[in-house]
């Protein structure tokens, strides 16, 4: 874990004391972020506390406004750029990004940013909570357009190779179901593994559940353990490695990360890159379940629960 001077665009994993002593070296940014069912307000809960220097970043606003039936589909490189300029953040800057769940939306900012070109960024492990369970203070107040960053004329320089399509998907499957699943790059699924099967529903109306074929479970709740200090953090790269490998994962071959709209699938890519494998392997399917099962030309499989015999 890192400690002493500000990190290189390898380090991608930081924690709360370390953050505290680079307080003043990074920009910082909070990517808290709920579901529609939770009731809350993400930008409320940053209003009431956050970590001091910190802005917002809303992933429900700064994302594809061109695609309002894709609810997280990456900005456009020009949006995301005047993004940063309000942020007052520049190529060069060391970005950190945290969120309230302790590893979960951070994720996908420091997703967007690599798919940005922006490879400068790290997670804050085990985010606000682990924070404040450490001593580190917080501020509370809306943000507000006086800041200490001096705006900067950035320029996003996007990496079409971790980002993935629909068309990639389809392809992937092909490849998948023509070799039983030898061959090609598997798809992972990060929803909850209820939603995968089909037993329980989507949260957006109307969107069925299930899986694409040949798609294997992981969802991403078991890339992270809880402590007394943050109801998530990472688990060690040993662990996470195991836990794919127990899904029948080959991480010596690529992976396309899915889930409901592009979110916890970055959870997937970030504990992946901490357990060592390479970037080159990784993409994630920026409209994840929602545009695979809104077309209606996917195929979608229910898994049909085992009954066992009662005799």
């Known amino acids: 874990m890192m400690s002493g001077s500000p990190a290189s665009s390898t380090s991608i994993l930081v924690t709360a004391p370390w953050l505290r002593d680079n307080l003043g070296r990074v920009k910082v940014l909070d990517c808290s972020w709920h579901l529609p069912t939770a009731n809350r307000s993400a930008k409320h809960e940053f209003a009431r506390a956050h970590i001091p220097g910190a802005r917002f970043f809303d992933i429900d606003t700064i994302k594809d406004l061109t695609r309002p039936d894709l609810p997280h589909m990456l900005p456009q490189p020009a949006f995301f750029a005047s993004a940063m300029d309000k942020f007052g953040i520049?190529?060069?800057?060391?970005?950190?990004?945290?969120?309230?769940?302790?590893?979960?939306?951070?994720?996908?900012?420091?997703?967007?940013?690599?798919?940005?070109?922006?490879?400068?960024?790290?997670?804050?492990?085990?985010?606000?909570?682990?924070?404040?369970?450490?001593?580190?203070?917080?501020?509370?107040?809306?943000?507000?357009?006086?800041?200490?960053?001096?705006?900067?004329?950035?320029?996003?320089?996007?990496?079409q190779r971790i980002?993935?399509?629909?068309?990639?998907?389809?392809?992937?499957?092909?490849?998948?179901?023509?070799?039983?699943?030898?061959?090609?790059?598997?798809?992972?699924?990060?929803?909850?593994?209820?939603?995968f099967t089909g037993a329980a529903p989507e949260f957006r109306p109307g969107l069925s559940s299930g899986h694409m074929p040949m798609a294997l479970s992981v969802p991403s709740s078991e890339m992270t353990v809880a402590t007394?200090?943050?109801?998530?953090?990472?688990?060690?790269?040993?662990?996470?490695?195991?836990?794919?490998?127990?899904?029948?994962?080959?991480?010596?071959?690529?992976?396309?990360?899915?889930?409901?709209?592009?979110?916890?699938?970055?959870?997937?890519?970030?504990?992946?890159?901490?357990?060592?494998?390479?970037?080159?392997?990784?993409?994630?399917?920026?409209?994840?379940?929602?545009?695979?099962a809104l077309n209606p030309h996917s195929e979608i499989i229910i898994d049909t629960p085992t009954k066992s015999n009662s005799n």
């Open 90 to 159: 520049a190529n060069h800057d060391h970005v950190v990004v945290y969120d309230s769940a302790g590893v979960g939306p951070a994720c996908r900012v420091f997703w967007t940013f690599h798919a940005m070109g922006h490879n400068n960024v790290s997670v804050l492990d085990g985010g606000l909570p682990a924070w404040t369970a450490q001593g580190g203070e917080t501020e509370a107040g809306p943000e507000t357009a006086e800041t200490s960053y001096t705006t900067q004329s950035y320029v996003a320089h996007p990496d």
């Open 228 to 292: 007394d200090a943050s109801p998530a953090v990472l688990k060690r790269p040993a662990d996470i490695r195991a836990t794919f490998e127990a899904a029948g994962v080959d991480l010596k071959r690529p992976i396309i990360a899915s889930c409901g709209s592009g979110v916890t699938a970055a959870v997937l890519y970030f504990a992946l890159l901490n357990a060592g494998v390479d970037r080159s392997a990784l993409t994630l399917f920026d409209g994840s379940w929602t545009e695979y």
């Open 163 to 195: 980002v993935c399509n629909y068309a990639d998907v389809i392809g992937a499957i092909e490849e998948l179901k023509a070799s039983a699943g030898a061959h090609g790059r598997q798809i992972i699924d990060a929803r909850p593994h209820a939603r």
